[in-house]
Structures are given as C-alpha cells and as structure tokens.
C-alpha cells in the first residue's frame, strides 16, 4: 500500500533562517507531488507541483522554492524565511491521471 | 476559470443535530467533485467523491450529490457527533493537466455535546 511522510510535523524558525521541509511517498512509482500551505483562517493555496524528477511548477512567486531530487522525494526550501511564511504546510500525491490526492500529515510552520 | 465557493463557518452544532455545508462551483467541461475533512492538527482526508452529474458520494454517514444543474455539491450529515468536528473543503478537479485540483477555503464545523 502506499503512505506519505512528511516531516517535521512542527517548527519553529527565526526571521531570516533557512527552511526545508521533506516529503516522501512509499508503494508507488512517479506520482504527481504537491506542496500546499494553509495559512490560519485561510482555505489551502497550491504552492508547487512535480510531475516528474527536477520537474517543478510554481503557482505562487514567493521566496520558497521546491525541489524532486528522486522519483519519490520532495522538498520545500527557503533560503531566507519571513514572518508570512508561518502557516501549515501539506505535501500530498496523486497517481498520474488519477483524480484523488493523498495528503500528509501535515508541517506547522511557525515564524518568530 | 475553476473554483469552488463554499459555505464560510465557522458552523456550531448541538450533537444529533442536522449538517448542511454548502458548495457551489465554477468549472469548464465536468469535474470530479470531492469533499475532504481535516481532523485538529492533521493533514487531510477524503471524505466522498462523485465523478459526474447525478452521482451521490457517501461516506461515514455524510452525503453530497453533483447537481451540474444547479453547480452545487452540498455536504449533509444526519445526525452530526462530536467526532465530526473537523475543517471540511469543498473541492473539484478537472480532466486535464496536473495542476487541476481546486479547493474551497474550507468550514469549521464544531459540534457540541
């Protein structure tokens, strides 16, 4: 069966430090990869997704980017963090084609 | 262009009490329509699905119907417990592309016993 991990599940980074969040998915074979952020109060906003190794979109200019080094591996960096980087960040995937997303657990983002 | 709008919460219910959580849509062709729920402090799940007009998703006693005449894809739940407290969205997703989930901004839902 296939599972999605996705860690750290929280953290806490100061103004200006670096970020990376992983993401991993078992039991399957070149999924489609997301990265989403909820913020507080707010619904869910797609930030980046991968259909393929080294195959990044982008839907939202900001100073976080994303990076699929393995089939099954993705990662979401800042180099510099800003207070509005706080929010809960989500890693799902999808079979290609297939019209449902598995989401992880979830990575709380907290910002000081 | 695709969206979803869905009913703004936060929605406060007595246990046993009757849910309806409103979703209207804007799509072009026929989406597929989903309801997932997000428990306190998880990611989030599928609730139920319906993949084209008529059809009813039902799942843990909640129900949702794609109306393409009316655009909507309403949530209900007969009688609510407190295990179903949780940020419910409404979303679709299109045939075509990999981007092509969209969700609405989601309801919390708290029930009380």
């Known amino acids: 069966s296939q599972t999605i991990h996705q860690w750290p599940a929280t953290l806490v980074q100061p103004v200006g430090s670096p970020l990376s969040l992983e993401c991993t998915v078992e039991?399957?074979?070149?999924?489609?990869l997301y990265w989403y952020r909820q913020a507080a109060g707010r619904g869910l906003q797609l930030l980046f997704y991968s259909v393929g190794i080294g195959q990044i979109s982008s839907e939202v200019p900001q100073n976080l980017s994303a990076s699929r080094p393995q089939d099954r591996q993705f990662i979401l960096s800042s180099k510099k963090l800003l207070l509005s980087d706080s929010g809960f960040y989500l890693c799902?995937?999808?079979?290609?084609?297939?019209?449902?997303?598995?989401f992880g657990a979830g990575s709380r983002l907290t910002v000081l | 262009g695709n969206s979803v709008t869905q009913m703004e919460g936060p929605v406060t219910l007595s246990e046993e009490a009757f849910l309806t959580i409103n979703c209207t849509y804007t799509?072009?062709?026929?989406?597929?329509l989903f309801w997932y729920v997000q428990y306190p402090g998880e990611g989030l799940q599928l609730l139920l699905k319906?993949?084209?007009?008529?059809d009813k998703g039902s799942n843990k006693g909640f129900e949702a119907t794609y109306r393409k005449e009316t655009t909507s894809f309403h949530l209900e739940k007969g009688s609510v417990q407190v295990s179903d407290s949780a940020v419910y969205f409404c979303?679709?997703?299109?045939?075509?592309?990999?981007?092509?989930?969209?969700f609405g901004t989601g309801t919390r839902l708290t029930v009380i016993p």
């Open positions: 319906a993949t084209k007009a008529d």
């Open positions: 799902a995937w999808s079979e290609f084609g297939a019209n449902v997303l598995t």
């Open positions: 039991g399957t074979s070149n999924p489609n």
């Open positions: 979303a679709l997703r299109t045939k075509t592309g990999a981007n092509n989930l969209f």
């Open positions: 799509a072009t062709g026929y989406p597929s």
